[in-house]
C-alpha cells in the first residue's frame, strides 16, 4: 500500500486547510486510514481516523484537542481520505502523516498502522 499525503502550507489562525491523502495498491475493501502529527520536538500523535467498509458506512474518531474543528471524510471512488482543518490554531503546526491499517483496528496508537506516507508540514500563523 502506497499513501500519498498532500494540501500542507501556511495557514492563518482561524483560517482553513484541507490536508488529502490517496491510497494505492493492495488496500482491499475495507481499512482505516488515519492521520497524524507530529511537532518538533514532541512524539508523533493521533489525530483522527475513518473506517472504510462495505458493511459500517463509515465511522470516525478524533483527538480531544481537534475534536470540532478538524473533520475527516472519504472518498470511495478515489481511495482518498481528507482532514479539513477549520479555526487551525499555532499549536497544530506539525508534519501531518497518512496511516493505514489493513486489519481495521480503528486506533488511535501509531503501532496499530501497518503504511504510511511521507507527510505534509502545516503551518499555523497566530
Known amino acids: 500500500v502506497q499513501l500519498q499525503a498532500s494540501g500542507g502550507g501556511l495557514a492563518q489562525a482561524g483560517g482553513s486547510l484541507r490536508l488529502s491523502c490517496a491510497a494505492s495498491g493492495r488496500t482491499g475493501r475495507s481499512y482505516v486510514m488515519g492521520w497524524f502529527r507530529q511537532a518538533p520536538g514532541k512524539e508523533r500523535e493521533f489525530v483522527s481516523c475513518i473506517s472504510w467498509s462495505s458493511w459500517s458506512g463509515g465511522t470516525t474518531r478524533y483527538a480531544d484537542s481537534v475534536k470540532g474543528r478538524f473533520t475527516i471524510s472519504r472518498d470511495n471512488t478515489k481511495n482518498t481520505v481528507y482532514l479539513q482543518m477549520n479555526s487551525p490554531k499555532p499549536e497544530d503546526t506539525a508534519v501531518y502523516y497518512c496511516?493505514?491499517?489493513?486489519?481495521?483496528?480503528?486506533?488511535?496508537?501509531?503501532?496499530?498502522?501497518?503504511?504510511w506516507g511521507q507527510g505534509t508540514l502545516v503551518t499555523v500563523s497566530s
Open positions: 496511516a493505514f491499517d489493513l486489519t481495521l483496528r480503528y486506533s488511535n496508537h501509531r503501532e496499530d498502522y501497518e503504511y
